[in-house]
């Protein structure tokens, strides 16, 4: 049965490489795999039960996953629809190409290391589309913010799920991981950001003034139906309050996880619910045509649903080769046959790339006792930074790669051409900074 779950895995893994070849969606694919690979694990086994409650567990997780995702996706559409991202994009922009990237990359990495690399993602790809309409040059960004996410998110021990998974399991202390691994962190994503620099040195990266001002005006002269576009539009005040709450409410998660020790998505919903009233507040005095694009009823209309369905295919499938005992095998193995700590966190962060991290790392915490590997152990410390920031080698490797691919359509072949190699150069330039650190 393994086998077959693995032929499955392989097959559709190459469907989702292969999407613009075959003309088959990758959120089609991915659920197919996900269902199938459960349906044959059903077939096979002696207690349907068993599977049943098996399938229960990951489910919960998943939906916690995408519960937070579609609160997140709701408040960023929020946001954008009182442009609230027109002024971060105002700010940031510059006729600077090199300049605009590096912002782009400071912003990212230091964000998902408060927030959460998923959430930043999300965000930055809506800052980027205010920024710049040239599809190579925002490819490339898209490509960074994937880096630079992940990697902002592998020194805080609140902004990835594997870091914070070693912090609560007592492999870690939150001032200690931050110490140990932010230059190697900040490494990973610069190295990344001066190719990507270099690259589009000469590029247009910018939407001109005047060019966002006719597109305005084009845009409202087709749309004839809107007679009274000034009035619908949210005013200064309005779109100050709900970039300020918006930001606020994702900074205040983390927070309301630590006090309640309820899951992040809770948070999530009860941040959305506050952004949900206070526009239903602040637009009031209005009339239904002039608030409705402002209002979480039309934002929730414009989430992407293909990439949530997506989401779910993926980590379906992940989760039947959990259930099968196959992640633990690679685990095990890799343990068995290599024994320098070094070569073995980086290859789980490598092969986090192709796997979800969270099983691969959760794998790792059952093989080795804190009575083995103590508190704060080097091992522990390099895997934070390894299963953090590996899976940006592939554009499906993390869970900011697989939003980014369905929100902007990315293709798994562009990323792996264009994008991979940068994100293993700065991944093993991490790795070198985190020896060389020790060493000193």
């Known amino acids: 049965m393994s086998d077959i779950i693995i032929v499955i895995f392989i097959l559709g893994y190459l469907a989702i490489i292969l999407e613009n070849k075959i003309r088959v969606n990758k959120a089609a694919t991915a659920l197919f795999m996900g269902a199938l690979s459960w349906g044959i694990i059903a077939t096979q086994a002696f207690l349907v039960q068993n599977i049943l409650n098996d399938l229960q567990i990951h489910l919960i997780a998943i939906s916690e996953l995408v519960f937070f995702l579609l609160g997140a996706m709701t408040i960023v559409e929020i946001i954008d629809a009182h442009d609230g991202f027109q002024v971060i994009a105002e700010k940031i922009k510059t006729d600077r190409p090199i300049l605009l990237i590096w912002k782009i990359a400071i912003i990212t990495f230091f964000l998902s290391a408060i927030l959460d690399n998923l959430t930043t993602a999300i965000v930055m790809v809506s ?44 492999q870690i202390t939150s001032l200690n991981i931050m110490h140990q691994t932010f230059l190697a962190s900040f490494i990973c994503m610069a190295i990344p950001t001066c190719i990507i620099s270099y690259k589009l040195r000469d590029s247009k990266i910018t939407i001109s003034s005047n060019h966002l001002h006719d597109s305005s005006n084009n845009h409202i002269l087709e749309n004839n139906i809107i007679k009274n576009i000034s009035s619908s539009k949210a005013s200064s005040n309005e779109r100050n309050v709900i970039l300020f709450l918006g930001l606020g409410c994702f900074i205040a998660i983390p927070v309301f996880h630590f006090f309640t020790h309820l899951p992040p998505y809770l948070g999530m919903l009860f941040c959305l619910s506050i952004m949900w009233i206070t526009t239903e507040l602040l637009h009031h005095q209005k009339t239904e045509s002039e608030k409705d694009h402002l209002s979480a009823q039309q934002a929730l209309q414009k989430i992407d649903v293909p990439s949530m369905l997506f989401f779910i295919g ?12 196959i992640l633990s095998q690679i685990a095990l193995g890799l343990d068995h046959y290599v024994h320098n700590v070094y070569v073995l966190t980086g290859s789980i962060g490598l092969l986090s790339a192709i796997l979800d991290n969270i099983p691969l790392v959760a794998g790792v915490q059952n093989m080795y006792p804190l009575v083995q590997l103590p508190t704060n152990h080097i091992f522990w410390e390099l895997l934070s930074y390894c299963a953090g920031t590996g899976g940006s080698c592939l554009i499906i490797g993390s869970a900011a790669g697989v939003m980014v691919m369905g929100l902007e359509k990315i293709s798994f072949g562009w990323y792996l051409k264009n994008i991979s190699w940068m994100a293993l150069i700065g991944f093993l330039s991490g790795m070198l900074m985190f020896l060389l650190q020790q060493q000193f």
């Open 127 to 170: 800052i980027i589309n205010k920024v710049s309409e040239d599809k190579k040059a925002k490819w490339y960004l898209f490509g960074l913010v994937i880096i630079a996410a992940n990697a902002g998110g592998a020194w805080s021990p609140i902004g990835d799920v594997t870091t914070t998974m070693l912090w609560m399991g007592g």
């Open 314 to 325: 993926i980590l379906l499938s992940v989760a039947a080769l959990q259930v099968t005992g």
